[in-house]
């Protein structure tokens, strides 16, 4: 049960960060209009994910390094200073469309509009990062999240043609109707999706809250080999949850109402509630990490005390920064912009600026002095070289694909 | 090259600042070197915190604008940074710098203790 | 004197011939806790990208096409020894040492 326990923070990174807001809206979207043939999107991201996770997670263990430090370190401190720029702003993004996101989600279960609970949910994520331990937040949110694995047991329950699902995510092709850019476009928004740099920012800074040392690099491990699998299994599984449902129709999916229909359709009301509290709980969950991960990266940079570990007293400077951005995103998110756009925006984005926070841990993690005999091996620096170089890619083709498809028309 | 050469990039710049009891006191923001009276090779006298030591290493109309900032919360509008001087440093590795004082003995402590007080204090639950 | 007033200054040599930009401070340390930094000459050359993230260091191993990239950038730079700095002005630094006469900095990192 212990060791249950300690991959929790995998399980909420997973959770949180792989399966938010911006995975649930492109793995849905997608597969009602693609159905699985872009399942490879999701897993080489998170392929990627889990390689330079257990890199956040060794550099954190091994050389008491978070993600900012070793930014400011190694880029220098104006590189690092628009690294900080990019990232904060794209994490402010990301921490409105989550707040939209659980908004959206209280709706559903309420009926009361939107606009409505989007303050309410701001006050609750920054109570949360006030007043919640670290440890409950991982607990409660990750066992929570797995409320999602309905999306596994709907799929089962509903005529799912499983040849076909396996015949498409195996023999990746553009579906016919559809233009290549677009299918690229989309593919390069759930590699956005899954890879948010928010995530490696909350992982390795996670792994200085729980204090790990050497001593915990197998739970390190654990938590990125387990971790982000799983989130990709829920993805997945809401992916192909959409093909028997949704395909037939060409549902486009603009709402999240939508998404929730394979479930209605196979489990009713029961599977409803499990989904809805699955949704609410990542979303949550993602919304705090997203925050935090602003106030984190800030303070890493300036050197400040950070981290749930001290009592708010005693961090001033990183609670200030984090009440500032729930407040900023909150705000945003009541001008009436529409969640799901934002979204969408912030997961293309995302793809853009991956490159700036993984290649620093690249560098650190093969520093002997840092890192001592824990040094990436040859095949993770092979692996790793070849992921730098498809997130380059994606990188580069970001803006042409947003405009050439007007953001997948 | 002889052992114990280093250079400022591999271990002096940007290296967080812990005070005797651990908590962070910031970073390197810059370094000051002095030539000795009797000439010869500068030393390092003093580690530099704050905006007005980074406004100019980040250069331009942003770092000057960062160094405005940093003169604004610098008591009588002080240009010059906070001083960590070399006597005050017990280790000094790649990794940290690590202090003989306190951090409230050290005035890169303003900007911490004024949201304390007026921000963070003064919400229920702080302490 | 602050860092910033030598790193990014252009360096001439006697000839007035552009060694190159300061990229970083080269330090000895003694002292009984290692403490004391006397600074013993500067790295100039034209990118500084491959010093910055360390890769002039011999601890960096790999991933080799990044090692191998950061060198090679880095390959032109010089290592300036303090003693050969005649005159640290606003704009530019002037050095006694010609430049062809200046040692590789690749050959004398740490």
């Given at each position: 049960?212990?060791?249950?326990?300690?991959?929790?923070?995998?399980i909420?990174?997973?959770i949180?960060?792989?399966?938010?807001?911006?995975?649930?809206?492109?793995?849905?979207?997608?597969?009602a209009?693609?159905?699985?043939?872009?399942?490879?999107?999701?897993?080489?991201a998170?392929?990627?994910?889990?390689?330079?996770?257990?890199?956040?997670?060794?550099?954190?263990?091994?050389?008491k390094?978070?993600?900012?430090?070793?930014?400011?370190?190694?880029?220098?401190?104006?590189?690092?200073?628009?690294?900080?720029?990019?990232?904060?702003?794209?994490?402010?993004?990301?921490?409105?469309?989550?707040?939209?996101?659980?908004?959206?989600?209280l709706?559903?279960?309420?009926?009361?509009?939107?606009?409505?609970?989007?303050?309410v949910?701001?006050?609750?994520?920054?109570?949360?990062?006030?007043?919640?331990?670290?440890q409950?937040?991982?607990?409660?949110?990750?066992?929570?999240?797995?409320?999602?694995?309905?999306?596994?047991?709907?799929?089962v329950?509903?005529?799912?043609?499983?040849?076909?699902?396996?015949?498409e995510a195996?023999?990746?092709?553009?579906?016919?109707?559809?233009a290549l850019?677009?299918?690229?476009?989309?593919?390069?928004?759930?590699?956005?999706?899954?890879?948010?740099?928010y995530?490696?920012?909350?992982?390795?800074?996670?792994?200085?809250?729980?204090?790990w040392?050497?001593?915990?690099?197998?739970?390190?491990?654990?938590?990125a080999?387990?971790?982000?699998?799983?989130?990709?299994?829920?993805?997945l599984?809401?992916?192909?949850?959409m093909?028997p449902?949704l395909?037939p129709d060409?549902?486009?999916?603009?709402?999240?109402g939508?998404?929730?229909l394979?479930?209605?359709?196979?489990l009713?009301?029961?599977?409803?509630?499990?989904?809805?509290?699955?949704?609410?709980?990542?979303?949550?969950?993602a919304?705090?990490?997203?925050?935090?991960?602003?106030?984190?990266?800030?303070a890493?940079?300036?050197?400040?005390?950070?981290?749930?570990?001290?009592?708010?007293s005693?961090?001033?400077?990183?609670?200030?920064?984090?009440?500032s951005?729930?407040i900023?995103?909150?705000?945003f998110?009541?001008?009436s912009?529409?969640?799901?756009?934002?979204?969408?925006i912030?997961?293309?984005l995302?793809?853009?600026?991956?490159?700036?926070?993984?290649?620093p841990?690249?560098?650190?993690?093969?520093?002997?002095?840092?890192?001592?005999?824990?040094?990436?091996?040859?095949?993770?620096?092979?692996?790793a070289?070849?992921?730098?170089?498809v997130?380059?890619?994606?990188?580069?083709?970001t803006?042409?694909?947003?405009?050439?498809?007007?953001?997948g028309? | 090259?002889?052992?114990?050469?280093?250079?400022?990039?591999?271990?002096?710049w940007?290296?967080?600042?812990y005070?005797?009891?651990?908590?962070?006191?910031?970073?390197?923001?810059?370094?000051?070197v002095?030539?000795?009276?009797?000439?010869?090779?500068?030393t390092?006298?003093?580690?530099?915190?704050?905006?007005?030591?980074?406004?100019?290493?980040?250069?331009?109309?942003?770092?000057?604008?960062?160094?405005?900032?940093?003169?604004?919360?610098?008591?009588?509008?002080?240009?010059?940074?906070v001083?960590?001087?070399?006597?005050?440093?017990?280790?000094?590795d790649?990794?940290?710098?690590?202090?003989?004082?306190?951090?409230?003995?050290?005035?890169?402590?303003?900007?911490?203790?004024?949201?304390?007080?007026?921000?963070?204090?003064?919400?229920p639950?702080?302490? | 004197?602050?860092?910033?007033?030598?790193?990014?200054?252009?360096?001439v040599?006697?000839?007035?011939?552009?060694?190159?930009?300061?990229?970083d401070?080269?330090?000895?340390?003694?002292?009984?806790?290692?403490?004391?930094?006397?600074?013993?000459?500067?790295?100039?050359?034209?990118?500084?990208?491959?010093?910055?993230?360390?890769?002039?260091?011999?601890?960096?191993?790999?991933?080799?096409?990044?090692?191998v990239?950061?060198?090679?950038?880095?390959?032109?730079?010089?290592?300036v020894?303090?003693?050969a700095?005649?005159?640290?002005?606003?704009?530019?630094?002037?050095?006694?040492?010609?430049?062809?006469?200046?040692?590789?900095?690749?050959?004398v990192?740490?």
């Amino acid at each position: 049960m212990r060791g249950a326990l300690k991959i929790t923070l995998g399980i909420m990174t997973a959770i949180g960060g792989f399966v938010d807001i911006g995975d649930i809206v492109t793995a849905s979207l997608t597969g009602a209009r693609f159905g699985m043939t872009l399942a490879w999107a999701v897993v080489l991201a998170t392929a990627i994910m889990v390689l330079y996770g257990e890199m956040a997670g060794r550099v954190a263990a091994v050389s008491k390094r978070a993600m900012f430090d070793v930014v400011r370190e190694r880029l220098g401190v104006r590189f690092a200073m628009v690294n900080l720029g990019a990232n904060a702003l794209l994490s402010l993004l990301t921490l409105a469309a989550e707040i939209g996101g659980v908004a959206l989600v209280l709706h559903l279960v309420t009926g009361i509009h939107y606009l409505i609970w989007v303050p309410v949910v701001g006050l609750g994520v920054w109570l949360t990062i006030w007043r919640l331990p670290f440890q409950a937040l991982e607990t409660v949110f990750g066992l929570l999240g797995l409320c999602l694995l309905v999306f596994a047991a709907a799929l089962v329950l509903l005529p799912t043609d499983w040849g076909s699902l396996w015949h498409e995510a195996i023999h990746p092709s553009v579906p016919a109707g559809e233009a290549l850019p677009t299918w690229l476009f989309y593919a390069i928004s759930l590699i956005g999706a899954c890879l948010v740099p928010y995530q490696v920012i909350f992982f390795s800074s996670g792994g200085r809250e729980e204090k790990w040392s050497v001593k915990d690099m197998k739970d390190a491990r654990l938590n990125a080999v387990v971790g982000f699998p799983l989130g990709m299994v829920l993805s997945l599984s809401i992916m192909a949850a959409m093909v028997p449902v949704l395909r037939p129709d060409s549902v486009d999916v603009r709402h999240l109402g939508q998404v929730t229909l394979p479930i209605a359709q196979a489990l009713g009301v029961l599977g409803l509630i499990l989904t809805f509290i699955g949704f609410f709980a990542c979303v949550f969950a993602a919304a705090t990490e997203s925050a935090l991960s602003i106030g984190y990266s800030v303070a890493q940079y300036f050197g400040w005390t950070w981290g749930k570990r001290h009592k708010p007293s005693a961090a001033p400077r990183f609670h200030v920064v984090c009440l500032s951005s729930v407040i900023a995103a909150t705000g945003f998110m009541l001008t009436s912009v529409d969640p799901i756009t934002v979204t969408i925006i912030t997961v293309v984005l995302a793809a853009a600026a991956i490159p700036l926070t993984y290649l620093p841990l690249l560098v650190v993690a093969n520093d002997r002095e840092y890192m001592g005999r824990y040094v990436n091996k040859h095949w993770q620096n092979g692996l790793a070289t070849i992921a730098l170089l498809v997130m380059v890619v994606v990188s580069l083709a970001t803006p042409p694909l947003l405009f050439a498809t007007k953001a997948g028309q | 090259m002889p052992q114990g050469i280093v250079t400022a990039n591999d271990m002096l710049w940007d290296r967080q600042i812990y005070d005797r009891d651990g908590v962070e006191v910031g970073k390197v923001d810059d370094i000051e070197v002095t030539i000795p009276d009797d000439g010869g090779a500068p030393t390092l006298t003093a580690l530099l915190c704050g905006p007005t030591a980074l406004g100019p290493r980040l250069g331009g109309r942003f770092g000057a604008w960062w160094t405005a900032i940093g003169q604004r919360l610098r008591p009588g509008d002080e240009l010059y940074p906070v001083r960590v001087t070399a006597d005050m440093i017990v280790t000094f590795d790649r990794h940290e710098v690590r202090l003989n004082v306190t951090a409230a003995e050290l005035p890169t402590n303003r900007l911490r203790a004024w949201t304390r007080q007026y921000i963070i204090g003064r919400i229920p639950g702080s302490r | 004197m602050r860092g910033v007033e030598l790193i990014g200054r252009a360096v001439v040599d006697p000839q007035g011939r552009s060694v190159g930009y300061v990229h970083d401070l080269v330090f000895r340390r003694t002292g009984e806790n290692r403490c004391r930094f006397e600074l013993i000459g500067l790295e100039c050359g034209k990118a500084a990208i491959g010093d910055r993230l360390g890769y002039t260091r011999d601890a960096m191993r790999g991933p080799w096409p990044l090692t191998v990239l950061f060198r090679w950038l880095s390959r032109h730079s010089l290592f300036v020894e303090w003693s050969a700095v005649r005159r640290i002005g606003p704009e530019e630094i002037e050095i006694r040492t010609p430049m062809d006469e200046l040692e590789r900095f690749i050959d004398v990192a740490p």
